[in-house]
DNA sequence: AGGCTTGATGTAAACGATTACAAATTATTT
DNA sequence: AAATAATTTGTAATCGTTTACATCAAGCCT
């Protein structure tokens, strides 16, 4: 393996020359350039990350702490970040936490370790609490969870508009005793129960809402439940993709179809949110761009650390299907 | 932030004695092992693993290369790696090929520069030919996707069996003209061809089989183009999970229901294969325990290098559901 | 008691780059 | 043509560890 010591003599020129040529550093004439760069393919050099980064001190990788990768949700981020990422020679390393605030702290420290450039988190509401960008050793955005107070650099959608509208379309349908599940973990579930309670207030409506963990087996069980009461609810409404499929799960097994027996809509467009018929009415969120924006942000950030904080907020797409259909009377 | 200088100082030793403690190395005494540990937590040090990387020549990751971590499949394996490797204080680095084999060069190439300590790969065809894991620096864990000959370790499943017990069932259910979609790009459609072909010719059937680029929409694509055959097959196939899903959607919009127009099988469980009602018939492949598998295999590989290859080999589960029913006469 | 292990510690040389600084060369000005 | 500025180059220090090697003390054996 060549090392930049031979490149340099290949080429006769010092290791400062290699260097620089390879870092496009000014202040170096275009026939040692040439040389430089002649040398480097016929040896074949690759520079040695771990010197360089020793040297230099940066690492250029960024972290990214999510609940779970497999979250089709964050999934999705995490390739948007990827991508971004490797377009400008950077790293990711990434880290499940698995909605658990102590794994957060736990990979927080990692990165620490790993002397990241920047790193983009979705926190819990524990960790949101109290939560300071400035109380860690590197830039810090945050994606999809974020409390209103700007305390650090944040990519989010808009929850509280798109419940809104969500809620409001299903009231217009003819749907009124509509029941809202919501995560307890996230900040995304409160805001979006706010915008659900604040459309049904509109209507003169008296709102519903369901706290459950945010897994697909506890949004089944808490559903399963609550399909006992009587009279039925006229609609369920998910607050995310997983208990949207917990509760689509739920009807199924009880047996209801909808919108015959129940009408059903939520956060999330998934794959199969079109499959299960007729359709599911969802809000979907552009993942990708929320992933995009937060990379884009945090790079940013890296390169103008004084910068003022940023918010950027992204609007969800309401996508009518037939388990919103209007209610026979 | 402290430096082993100053933890060495602190604890009244030498740096070589606190870099020995830390490392866990025999041959140190317990009470300067307990000063060092002392003066570790007093000033809250923590190694650079730049320095560390460099000096030691190693840097505890491991490369994860996949066609992309979108597909459910490679998400859970993806989920598994991690979770192993950070068992293991390992970090994994993620590299997202598309299929495509310059990609998955320029990601080893990638791997090369970080000096990682071993590589699981699902390598294209293109790659795979004339693939040899002697040729990388790095040890290197072929997943989901292999040829026959024992040329790098491996970790797959069983392909044609479950190709074949899928296809057995449907032909026990009563459908004997049944069209099997599989992608071109991967080894796995090739071997679950085969599994299908051979299940076919048991039964003195025919086989039927359509070549598709491994999307969604190619498969979407070429199903809606052999719904015009008259008369329609009995089943449809899919060899993978995006087949399946552009296969399920090209019968939805084709107005054609099953299994009462068609039957419909494939690989790969997910979550919205128990949704899509009456539920479709699957081989559930051990996502979670493939990526676990060959996590564990490369470490082993990285401990011993001049170990025998070895190759395991998954079994796949047959979930029977509704889309694979009984054909009336 | 003196030589010989054994075990614990310290010293200093790596690892392979980047970069501050000095030096050498060339171009520009007066 | 000398003085000055600008550009290009090289030397060597440095980043923070690990680890080969030397050293030293203590225990054991004859």
Chains 1, 2 share one sequence.
């Not at 010591?5 to 260097?19: F, H, L, Q, R, T």
Request: a neutral charge.
């Amino acid at each position: 393996m060549a090392r930049i010591k031979e490149v340099a003599k290949w080429a006769g020129v010092s290791v400062a020359s290699v260097s620089r040529v390879l870092a496009g550093h000014a202040g170096v004439s275009e026939v040692t350039r040439q040389r430089v760069l002649e040398a480097v393919k016929a040896l074949d050099y690759r520079p040695d990350l771990a010197a360089r980064r020793l040297r230099s001190r940066r690492t250029d990788t960024i972290g990214l702490i999510v609940s779970d990768i497999r979250n089709p949700f964050f999934t999705e981020i995490s390739r948007a970040v990827e991508d971004v990422a490797y377009q400008h020679q950077m790293r990711v390393i990434l880290g499940n936490a698995d909605e658990n605030p102590e794994k957060e702290a736990l990979y927080l420290d990692l990165m620490r370790d790993e002397n990241v450039t920047g790193v983009i988190l979705s926190p819990t509401l524990p960790t949101l609490a109290g939560f300071r960008a400035d109380d860690y050793p590197f830039p810090i955005v945050l994606v999809d969870r974020c409390e209103r107070e700007t305390v650090a650099d944040a990519v989010v959608l808009d929850n509280v508009d798109a419940a809104y509208r969500l809620t409001a379309h299903l009231i217009e349908q003819g749907h009124r005793r509509n029941l809202f599940f919501y995560g307890t973990t996230s900040a995304t579930g409160r805001q979006r129960q706010e915008g659900y309670t604040a459309a049904m207030a509109a209507h003169g409506l008296e709102a519903q809402v369901e706290a459950v963990l945010a897994t697909v087996d506890a949004a089944r069980a808490a559903a399963t439940a609550r399909l006992n009461d009587r009279p039925l609810p006229d609609a369920l409404i998910a607050s995310s993709g997983l208990i949207l499929l917990g509760l689509t799960e739920a009807l199924q097994e009880a047996g209801l179809r909808f919108p015959g027996s129940i009408a059903l809509a939520g956060f999330d467009d998934m794959p199969w949110t079109r499959l299960v018929e007729p359709g599911i009415t969802v809000i979907a969120q552009p993942t990708y761009d929320l992933g995009q924006a937060a990379i884009e942000l945090l790079l940013q950030r890296i390169a103008q650390p004084e910068k003022a904080r940023r918010r950027v907020v992204l609007r969800g797409e309401l996508r009518e299907r037939g388990s919103s259909a209007k209610r026979g009377v």
